[in-house]
């Protein structure tokens, strides 16, 4: 599985961004697809970065409390892509964005996780 992002950028406090992700590949059936992040320059092992927002096939959220009201996650099943809306962006909100999606096959769930997309907010 293949995970493409796009969208980040830099932009001005109070402005938004919204990023894309499309899994492709050998999906077998996708339980859940989601946002994390970490500070830019750091290398984190994979499972020490922060939730941002995640969603399942079925439309459940869960969105951080730190990004709440203002990040929105949505998702096109049919085209295996979740997107991430950011408005009213803070500079503490800059940072790699990764995509992550959970596959599940033969009853076994795999997470398969994207590159990242720098997100950039300052004056």
């Known amino acids: 599985v293949q995970l493409q992002a796009s969208g980040g950028g830099s932009v001005q406090p109070g402005g938004s961004l919204r990023l894309s992700c499309e899994a492709s590949g050998n999906i077998h059936s996708i339980h859940d697809m989601g946002w994390y992040r970490q500070p830019p320059g750091e290398q984190r092992d994979f499972r020490q970065r922060e939730l941002v927002a995640t969603i399942t096939t079925g439309g459940d959220t869960d969105v951080a409390d730190s990004v709440a009201g203002r990040f929105t996650i949505s998702a096109d099943n049919a085209k295996n892509t979740v997107y991430l809306q950011m408005n009213s962006l803070k500079p503490e909100d800059t940072a790699v964005y990764f995509c992550?999606?959970?596959?599940?096959?033969?009853?076994?769930?795999?997470?398969?996780w994207g590159k990242g997309t720098q997100v950039t907010v300052s004056s």
């Open positions: 992550k999606v959970k596959d599940i096959f033969s009853g076994t769930p795999f997470d398969y």
